[in-house]
């Protein structure tokens, strides 16, 4: 699903490399949690994987594609089986929750039957059947993000990525979202979720990814947020 | 792509940024009424010429009595016989002429009375008052010095006449007058250009919530740049009608109604409708290219994809 080969990531103008020889292999319907401290170089970890940027060395490989010999013209075709969930949830304030999700389905060009079929499907599946025409700016955080994952989901990604998506709630609501990202990953959607939710790592006994100063430093299966050296 | 989608979202940047469209509308429709005027005064000018230089002739006026006296280039006295047999000859022999008429005294006289003939000035002249004269028509009427080197200061020949010079100068001035409005017209094209690619930059800034989520989704690269293009193109299309109106109200009114010049100055030839309604197809595809090209390359720079 996911493959780096000895990335490497050195952004313009700076000396110090984001990643450094990262290499590692995520299995299709994994969930992974990618943890690390500010400027440990997950954010870039994920942007190498939604082809926002391209690696300095090595090869970066998804869903079975090199993404340094991908055109930039295949990129869209690529991107639409990832979804993307982000801390801040990034809905558009101005249409409802249900023009939300239709909007990543308009843009792609679906049909207007495929989008009224799939639609309330995807928000009876994150709990928010009955809220189509609420705007966002009337819903809790947590049921905001539900909008972005119902959102990223609705499309059926092979993957989802998500950056720290419960960075903005509450431990309760937190809890919430993730029984709802684990049930996506049970559909056979793989997961990569960026955290410094420590609760979280430490409850849900996933595969563990730490990044240090662009090092990886820990890979470990069913591991917990502080691994104690 | 669903037309529907699209066209909402046209609709939402065009009113999102209503100012700034506006002063699009505005310079692109002034800078192509510039640029169809333009054209057409070129057309008004070629039309003239055309139908003057049919006209004109180059005139080679020959001494009489009277000015063998007055005259210093006469001072050898009126022309004689051998002398206009010898001109007619070395006219004839000239390639540049195409034909030559001689106009005697008594034509002189009878064109004189046929223009002036209530005049009081009129009636007190004689016909051996008049000049006679060659009139020769040029294949190329550009040619006129070759006949003056030729025939300036012999016995004779009182004075040779280019008619054309005097219409070169007020087509000289029509030229200026037109190069004048081509360099408004540039100087307008750049300003519109300049507020088409600062507007697409506010348009794609106001919206960068919508566009970083369909490169998200995967929206192409066409789909999500096709709003802001087509918005462009929209703006510059109603300026582009703009300016069409503009220069069909101009013909019908200065030309036919209002200034009513085909009347008031019947001497001249003027420019059809033709001429005006074959001008209106290119500044209509003008008015869409430009700003849609101008949307297009502003893109590429604000607007990662």
Same mark, same amino acid.
């Given at each position: 699903m996911i493959r780096f080969d000895n990335v490497s990531k050195v952004y313009p103008k700076q000396t110090r490399p984001a990643l450094r020889d990262v290499s590692l292999e995520v299995e299709k319907g994994e969930f992974v949690f990618l943890v690390g401290s500010s400027g440990s170089g997950k954010s870039t970890f994920l942007r190498l994987i939604l082809r926002e940027e391209r690696c300095s060395h090595g090869q970066v490989h998804?869903?079975?594609?090199?993404?340094?010999?991908?055109?930039?013209?295949?990129?869209?075709?690529?991107?639409?089986?990832?979804?993307?969930?982000?801390?801040?949830?990034?809905?558009?304030?101005?249409?409802?929750?249900?023009?939300?999700?239709?909007?990543?389905?308009?843009?792609?060009?679906?049909?207007?039957?495929?989008?009224?079929?799939?639609?309330?499907?995807?928000?009876?599946?994150?709990?928010?059947?009955?809220?189509?025409?609420?705007?966002?700016?009337?819903?809790?955080?947590?049921e905001q993000q539900r909008v972005a994952i119902a959102r990223a989901f609705v499309n059926r990604p092979k993957l989802l990525i998500a950056d720290e998506p419960t960075g903005n709630l509450d431990p309760q609501t937190s809890v919430g979202i993730m029984k709802l990202l684990d049930r996506i990953n049970r559909t056979g959607t793989t997961v990569v979720m960026a955290t410094h939710d420590q609760n979280i790592v430490d409850q849900m006994r996933k595969r563990v990814i730490e990044l240090e100063k662009g090092?990886?430093?820990?890979?470990?299966a069913r591991g917990v947020y502080g691994y104690q050296h | 792509m669903r037309a529907q989608f699209v066209l909402s979202e046209i609709g939402v940047g065009l009113r999102r940024n209503l100012t700034m469209t506006f002063a699009v509308i505005v310079s692109v429709a002034l800078s192509l009424a510039l640029f169809g005027g333009s054209l057409l005064m070129s057309d008004q000018v070629n039309t003239m010429k055309g139908y003057w230089y049919d006209k004109v002739n180059v005139s080679i006026f020959l001494c009489n009595k009277s000015d063998a006296e007055s005259d210093p280039n006469c001072a050898k006295g009126a022309v004689t016989d051998d002398q206009k047999k010898q001109i007619k000859a070395d006219l004839d022999k000239m390639d540049v002429v195409q034909k030559v008429t001689y106009e005697s005294q008594d034509d002189a006289y009878k064109h004189y009375k046929e223009q002036f003939g209530d005049s009081p000035l009129a009636s007190s002249l004689t016909p051996d008052q008049m000049q006679e004269s060659y009139r020769i028509k040029l294949k190329d009427p550009e040619k006129y010095q070759v006949i003056a080197t030729a025939f300036d200061g012999r016995d004779g020949v009182q004075s040779v006449q280019d008619q054309k010079g005097i219409l070169d100068n007020l087509f000289g001035l029509l030229n200026g007058m037109n190069w004048a409005a081509r360099a408004v017209m540039a100087l307008m094209l750049v300003v519109a250009l300049m507020l088409i690619v600062n507007t697409v930059r506010v348009s794609a800034f106001s919206r960068r919530r919508e566009t970083g989520i369909m490169r998200l989704v995967g929206a192409s690269g066409f789909y999500i740049q096709a709003p802001f293009i087509m918005e462009a193109a929209v703006a510059g299309l109603i300026g582009g009608t703009v300016a069409c109106g503009f220069l069909v109200i101009a013909r019908y009114f200065?030309?036919?109604?209002? =200034?009513?010049? *085909?009347?008031?100055?019947?001497?001249?030839?003027?420019?059809?409708?033709?001429?005006?309604?074959? &001008?209106?197809?290119?500044? =209509?595809?003008? *008015?869409?290219?430009?700003?849609?090209?101008?949307?297009?390359?502003?893109?590429?720079?604000?607007? &990662?994809?």
């Open positions: 998804v869903l079975g594609k090199d993404l340094a010999r991908l055109s930039n013209w295949k990129v869209p075709q690529m991107r639409r089986q990832l979804g993307t969930v982000f801390q801040d949830f990034r809905l558009l304030p101005n249409k409802t929750v249900a023009e939300n999700v239709a909007f990543a389905q308009e843009v792609i060009g679906k049909s207007k039957g495929e989008i009224r079929k799939s639609v309330p499907q995807v928000l009876d599946l994150v709990g928010l059947g009955g809220k189509e025409e609420r705007m966002p700016g009337e819903l809790s955080g947590g090092r990886l430093v820990r890979d470990q | 200065i030309i036919d109604h209002g =200034l009513d010049l *085909s009347h008031k100055l019947n001497l001249i030839n003027f420019i059809g409708w033709d001429a005006v309604l074959t &001008k209106l197809p290119l500044i =209509l595809a003008t *008015s869409l290219l430009m700003p849609a090209l101008a949307a297009f390359f502003a893109l590429r720079k604000y607007l &990662k994809v």
